[in-house]
């Protein structure tokens, strides 16, 4: 069965320092793993996708992930928050047809 | 640039009624879902279709049905809207199997009165 946990509902940082976002992931298979943001009142936007080439994965606005098998975890970075970043964040495992989605952080960008 | 589009943004009905809502999207994906959002419990899967006229039960269901007549159209359907059917709806496609993204529609917020 596959599951995704998001570590933190909210994370609270000030304007120009890191983002770390956790997730962590069960599969019983290779998975293909997601990042998407979400902003108020709008739909899912894909920020950068992992599918068993690169472990670094390089997405859009600067953020990246990193793919560690050995601690299923694919945690989202990006090294200096921007206001525009405040969002939503849902971190989400593909299995064949099916889409498995985190509970979502909150990202909280403070000036 | 992948689209898909939900027709109503914001609507309101009243208890009981029969509510349709509509996706289409513009890239001949095989895969469509629905889903509702609501605060602390994520996106939940109502239904998906992997293919025209072919539907799947997601995780929650009850009170809902889908139809898929068309590969670009996928229709939720609320057979009698209740008030705890006030959410979020957000429609997505995608292509094939494995690695392929998932996109989603702007949604649409469904208030029951």
């Known amino acids: 069965a596959q599951s995704v946990t998001q570590l933190d509902s909210h994370v609270s940082v000030s304007e120009g320092t890191p983002v770390l976002l956790r997730c962590n992931y069960s599969?019983?298979?290779?998975?293909?793993l997601f990042w998407y943001v979400q902003h108020p009142n709008k739909g899912l936007q894909l920020l950068l996708k992992y599918t068993s080439a690169a472990t670094l994965v390089k997405g859009i606005n600067g953020f990246e992930a990193e793919f560690k098998k050995s601690e299923t975890s694919f945690h989202l970075t990006k090294p200096s928050a921007h206001m525009s970043d405040a969002a939503e964040y849902f971190c989400?495992?593909?299995?064949?047809?099916?889409?498995?989605f985190g509970s979502g952080t909150k990202l909280n960008v403070k000036p | 640039d992948v689209k898909v589009t939900q027709s109503s943004r914001y609507l309101v009905k009243r208890t009981g009624e029969k509510v349709f809502l509509e996706c289409v999207q513009d890239?001949?994906?095989?895969?469509m879902f629905w889903y509702r959002q609501d605060p602390g419990l994520g996106l939940r899967l109502i239904y998906f279709?992997?293919?025209?006229?072919?539907?799947e039960k997601g995780d929650i269901p009850e009170g809902y049905s889908v139809s898929r007549e068309k590969k670009e159209r996928f229709s939720l359907i609320l057979e009698s809207a209740s008030t705890n059917q006030t959410s979020m709806y957000l429609c997505?496609?995608?292509?094939?199997?494995?690695?392929?993204?998932?996109?989603f529609g702007e949604g649409s917020w469904l208030t029951v009165v």
């Open positions: 279709s992997y293919d025209v006229k072919m539907k």
């Open positions: 997505a496609s995608s292509f094939g199997n494995s690695g392929n993204t998932i996109y």
């Open positions: 890239m001949d994906h095989e895969n």
């Open positions: 989400v495992v593909r299995n064949f047809n099916k889409f498995y």
């Open positions: 599969s019983s298979y290779s998975p293909s």
